[in-house]
């Protein structure tokens, strides 16, 4: 069996400038704690859903236009590739951010960014 090609919505991240204040924000909005709290990302499980923090704003903004939609896949350099062989135009690369996550960010030739995240630490039951 071939594997799918989205396994489905998994991750919105927010960029922010202040990572342990934006950390204990969303503890409070949350009523919870994050499930992965590292210095380089922080994740909450919403609802089987991940909201991401991450401090590195150097290439996607803090603010109203930083939100990016990261969908879930089995195998990211390799849904990078089939997203750039259909089209899809590099914004960010296949890049590890820490403890086996995997990222990369495309547009798509709507000029939309579209995320993939391969994250070990979070279910990718689709």
């Known amino acids: 069996m071939s594997p799918k090609p989205l396994l489905g919505l998994r991750t919105a991240i927010y960029p922010v400038t202040d990572l342990q204040k934006a950390r204990d924000w969303y503890s409070a909005v949350l009523e919870t704690r994050p499930y992965f709290d590292e210095p380089y990302y922080v994740g909450f499980n919403v609802g089987g859903f991940e909201l991401g923090l991450d401090p590195d704003t150097s290439e996607v903004p803090a603010g109203a236009a930083g939100v990016t939609t990261y969908w879930g896949v089995e195998d990211v350099a390799r849904t ?46 689709a």
């Open 80 to 125: 990078w590739d089939r997203l750039l062989e259909l089209g899809a135009v590099p914004f960010s690369p296949v890049r590890d951010v820490g403890s086996g996550i995997r990222v990369a960010l495309v547009k798509d030739p709507f000029g939309n960014l579209l995320g993939i995240i391969q994250n070990p630490h979070f279910p990718n039951t």
